[in-house]
């Protein structure tokens, strides 16, 4: 597929940075806390679905002490409904008890530090500290991916390559960048159906068949 072109690139990013300036994560949560867990239990399913499970969960379990010494069986009854519950579930009191021996119960905002923590990679990182440090960073989920594709703001055929090539070319406000493609590629440039005729972004589409999934 056809990469934008510099000035191609420069409309894209004026155009997500006007009308997604506010843009936030869908998820909700209280606290650096809340958001790690939301974001771990967002990886394959919908924020949507995790925003059912997590009231539960949070009551049982309002704090990272309180998750290190959860009962794994009650954990993963709380996240049934959720994807891949049974590695979630203990992936999150792992990354509970880590924090809590490791790092004082108080979980760290450094990349590298994140990711020694069980069930966090370098996407999860930085949707975490994209949402609540505000930090130019990029992370690439499935609508990220897309919308770069369909865009020609990448060929790459992995979300770390994207996610490379993303950086280098918007360079900055990429916090701002992540959420506005997030929410872009989920209500507008969505993988079946996407609001083509719509779309503000048209003139820059490189896809020949955009009603089709990237």
């Keep these: 597929m056809k990469k934008a072109a510099a000035k191609e690139v420069q409309a894209i990013k004026a155009f997500f940075l006007e009308h997604y300036a506010q843009a936030v994560t869908e998820l909700r949560y209280h606290s650096l806390y809340e958001l790690l867990v939301c974001v771990m239990l967002s990886a394959q399913c919908t924020d949507k679905r995790v925003n059912i499970i997590t009231p539960e969960l949070f009551k049982h379990y309002p704090d990272v002490q309180a998750l290190a010494s959860a009962d ?10 959720c994807s891949f519950f049974n590695n979630k579930a203990q992936n999150l009191v792992k990354m509970a008890q880590t924090v809590v021996q490791t790092y004082g119960g108080e979980i760290p905002l450094d990349e590298t530090q994140l990711i020694t923590l069980a069930g966090v990679g370098q996407k999860t990182a930085h949707v975490v500290m994209i949402e609540y440090a505000k930090a130019n960073l990029m992370a690439v989920d499935t609508h ?19 996610e490379e090539e993303l950086t280098k070319l918007f360079k900055n406000d990429l916090d701002t960048l992540h959420q506005a493609m997030v929410l872009f590629g989920r209500y507008h440039c969505k993988a ?19 009603f089709k999934a990237v």
Excluded: M
């Design 192 to 210: 079946i159906k996407p609001l083509c005729d719509t779309c503000l972004l048209q003139p820059y589409c490189k896809s020949k068949d955009g």
């Design 144 to 162: 990220v991916f897309r919308v770069a594709h369909r865009l020609g703001l990448s060929n790459a055929k992995t979300a770390v390559k994207t």
């Design 72 to 81: 794994l069986e009650n954990v993963k009854a709380l996240i049934r409904s």
